[in-house]
């Protein structure tokens, strides 16, 4: 196993590029498998969560590879079935359920065990799925499924689930008749799927609002589509540059996706600016602590709760986190206690109190957004810290520590 190596204290400056939205990647590589012809996708981050979709294409019948700077996704023969030791790697996998429905009218799929960050069913999917025609049962772990042709159906959420939301989207699409989508999840992620499956010749209108309409059409094509970029990676390095003091310049930023993280970041008294390069995050006053609570999108997101608890250990006052989409999601804070931050928790509430000297300590990574958090805690600490267990870094930060160390930050990957 690796580990994250950092001496703290180094102020960032320079340029950092944007990788491509890992989150916005995974839906739109699995929707590849409903389109009869090659599609080709740019912008695409080389990250583990991505090989690991590649090899659920492979072993679902369609050729998938990186060839240069695309991925190249080729139709084979798709057979049903999505392998547990996949599906326990990756919780996303499921996400292929609806394609394979819409696709096959079977699908097997291994049900997704608990995760670090809450027990996270999947009930939303199936009842959706079923409401369009089709059956579901358990076997040995394996939620399987079966249907003729999926009709469309009138769709109403009990919750905003983004991975439910973009399943039947895709299923809807080769449905017969019209979807429509209630309490649908307004994530630009979703945006972006419905923008690809629209080029493969899909008829969806509404994305990006509450209330999604999919008019089902007979076959999909395959087209060239670039992803959008990360923005949870976008706000991971404003909240660098802010917690070292430092001056980044964030090029391929994905515009107009990240208002609620700038609005909390400039009330904690971060200055940011776009002009013609990217955005400019710099950091020249001492910052506040600030209220923040996690909503579905627009709200402000459970992928940068983490990262702005750290920033707020070391600003002025006392902030508040309430996380109210994941139970469990708060593992980061007994980490982060231990670096010299004071945070306490009361169930889904932490209060942070600022103003910690946080000094470098060996960390142990929860998830991925907790991993996150730590480094930034890592980069401003005295001294040395070593995060653990970075293997779930790389399942979503595109070679964090080269981007980190073009900007000045003295951090390695090391053997553990
Ligand atoms: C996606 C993102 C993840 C992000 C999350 C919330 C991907 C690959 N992952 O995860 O990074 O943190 O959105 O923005 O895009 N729920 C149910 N029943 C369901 C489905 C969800 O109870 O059938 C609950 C979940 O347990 C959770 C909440 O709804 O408490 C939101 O989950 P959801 O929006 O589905 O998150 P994911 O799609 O898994």
Redesign the pocket.
Known sequence: MEKLVIEGGKRLAGKIRISGS???S??VLIASIMADTDVVLENVPRLK?IRTTLQLLTLLGCQADFDKDNVVISPGNLTPEAPYDLVRTM??SV?CLGPLLARLGKAKVALPGGCA???????????ALEKMGASFELDSGYIVGWCNRLRGAHINF?????????NLLMAACLAQGETILENA?R?P?ISDLAGFLNACGARISGQGTSVIRIQGVESLKGCRYRVMSDR?EAGTYMAAAAITGGNLILTNYPQDTLDSVIAKFLEMGVHIWEDAEGVNVENGEPLRGVDVVTL??PGF???MQAQIMALMCIAEGTGTIRET???NRFMHVLELNRMGARIRLSGQNAVIRGGADLVGAPVMASD??ASAGLVLAGLKARRRTEVLRIYHLDRGYEAMEKKLQAVGARISREKE
Do not use: C, M, W
């Open positions: 890992k989150n916005a995974l839906p969560d919780r996303a996400l960050i809450g027990s996270r069913p999947v009930d939303q999917h199936l009842r009990d919750l905003t689930t983004v991975g439910g939301t973009e999840a994530e992620e949870i579905p999108y997101p459970t992928d989409i994941f139970e991925l957004r």
